[in-house]
């Protein structure tokens, strides 16, 4: 965004970038951790902007107040919109993740389609918008993000809001045959088509969109660009373009050159000594493809036994939504799976997977990065997958080599250098994994260098200024 402009940026999330919470009798309140906090502070920071959202904590903490130190301190104020445990329940994890979650990301037979949730979806999405509404200012730039909010532009249209507003999906978005099963397809697309700029990940998400509107709405025109296309009625114009989101290449690659990173990384070295390191970190995920994951590394085991010994996977799962059934089962399949593949390859002295259900702090994740000689990152579909960004950025040695599914978003951007799967094929995924093991040190280094200056090219503040500027 040029300096030159003086127009406020509003960021609307689901979540708020903060977390709230209480030690000793105090309410303490800090700004949150991740991508979209990195890349958007420093933008509502220049422009005096505003970002509004749940803020995610307990009825009884003193908000205002808090919201208040925010703003000193971070140079942007917050915006906070209040929902019950009950709209949480059924907007959020019902209609949000029980229903768009797994339909976006080509699941169908995950989803739920359920009346009451959607009902909640259209009522918190209302609230939001009326309380962006009241807050903002008639030159303001409103960008709102996600799947969560996806009818907010209907709704600050309805309000009477005349701002150019600015939609980006971190999802994928489904194909025609996909999007149009949802029993409230035209909603969601007539909400998206109020905005003025409406943001996917890839080309592929962008020509999903274009197709589901052509189809969907009668009269409809498309004009093909070579970065947007427009989409016109006789009453409006809508762009519609992608802008694949990145990382702060420069804050992860200078971390991982630090001295407290080189420590832990050359620690694993050490207990993996004489081996190379194959690394899976990802949230517990039914998208993620970690079954398939394991199922291929145990492929590559039947299939190349000079691997044994020589390789270990050390896969990483972050927990998530432990208390949903649907990932109560994928955890459980994967404690098996790990369990059997290891009884049957392990060897003294070697395991074949070591298997970690728990988070890393960022020092221990960015020497797993720095010490993995393969990083095997094989979603089933993913809207970009930052992960594979964050290790070419933290592979400051250039030794590492990635594979990567052809379904993740990142492919797009990342598949020259990278070693592409498909994470359904076991004996693909198995011969990748021995490529990687057997590539050349020249090879490794070329294609690092290729990824590494293709991320540090297009960074997450080039995004956030490529898309403001869109707008």
């Given at each position: ?52 959202g749940w803020p995610g904590c307990d ?91 996806m009818l907010m532009g209907g709704r ?316």
């Amino acid at each position: 965004m040029s300096n030159k402009d003086s127009r406020r940026l509003i960021a609307v999330s689901n979540r708020l970038p903060i977390v709230v919470k209480e030690e000793d009798g105090r309410w303490q309140l800090a700004a949150g951790a991740g991508g979209l906090v990195t890349a958007l502070s420093p933008v509502l920071k220049r422009h005096r902007g505003m970002w509004i959202g749940w803020p995610g904590c307990d009825e009884a903490a003193p908000l205002e107040e808090l919201v208040a130190r925010f703003a000193e301190q971070e140079g942007y104020r917050l915006g906070t919109v209040p929902l019950t445990q009950e709209e949480v329940e059924d907007y959020y994890e019902g209609f949000s993740n029980m229903t768009l979650w797994p339909l976006f990301h080509d699941l169908l037979g995950l989803c739920q389609f359920n009346a009451q949730h959607w009902r909640a979806y259209v009522e918190v999405n209302r609230r939001f918008a009326e309380v962006t509404a009241k807050k903002i200012a008639r030159e303001d730039l409103v960008w709102v993000q996600d799947y969560q909010l996806m009818l907010m532009g209907g709704r600050l249209r309805e309000l009477g809001v005349k701002n150019p507003l600015a939609f980006f999906l971190h999802i994928p978005f489904p194909s025609l045959d996909l999007f149009r099963r949802l029993p409230w397809k035209m909603e969601i697309l007539r909400g998206l088509l109020e905005f003025d700029l409406v943001g996917f990940q890839t080309l592929r998400d962008r020509r999903n969109f274009v197709a589901c509107a052509r189809e969907l709405i009668p009269g409809l025109r498309a004009e093909v660009h070579r970065r947007t296309t427009v989409l016109r009625d006789e009453e409006r114009a809508v762009r519609v373009g992608h802008f694949p989101i990145s990382i702060d290449f420069g804050e992860f690659n200078n971390q991982a050159r630090g001295r407290e990173v080189a420590d832990a990384a050359w620690y694993l070295h050490e207990k993996f000594a004489n081996r190379q390191l194959l690394l899976g970190v990802d949230r517990l995920d039914y998208t993620k493809g970690i079954p398939e994951r394991l199922l291929a590394f145990e492929r590559a085991l039947e299939l190349y036994p000079e691997l044994h010994g020589k390789l270990s996977l050390l896969q990483i799962v972050v927990p998530s939504r432990t208390q949903v059934p649907e990932y109560q089962s994928l955890k459980e399949q994967l404690d098996q799976l790990a369990g059997r593949i290891n009884g049957r390859f392990g060897e003294p002295g070697w395991i074949p997977i070591h298997y970690m259900f728990r988070s890393l702090d960022r020092v221990q994740l960015l020497a797993h990065y720095r010490a993995a000689e393969i990083a095997l990152i094989t979603p089933l579909r993913d809207g970009m997958n930052l992960v594979a960004k964050e290790y070419c950025a933290a592979s400051v040695d250039n030794n590492g080599v990635l594979i990567l599914s052809e379904f993740a978003g990142a492919a797009e951007e990342l598949g020259k250098g990278a070693l592409l799967v498909n994470p359904y094929d076991l004996d693909g995924t198995a011969e990748a994994i021995r490529r990687a093991y057997t590539m050349e040190q020249g090879e490794r280094q070329r294609r690092m260098r290729m990824l590494r200056a293709s991320i540090q090219r297009n960074n997450v503040h080039r995004w956030v200024d490529y898309f403001v500027n869109s707008l």
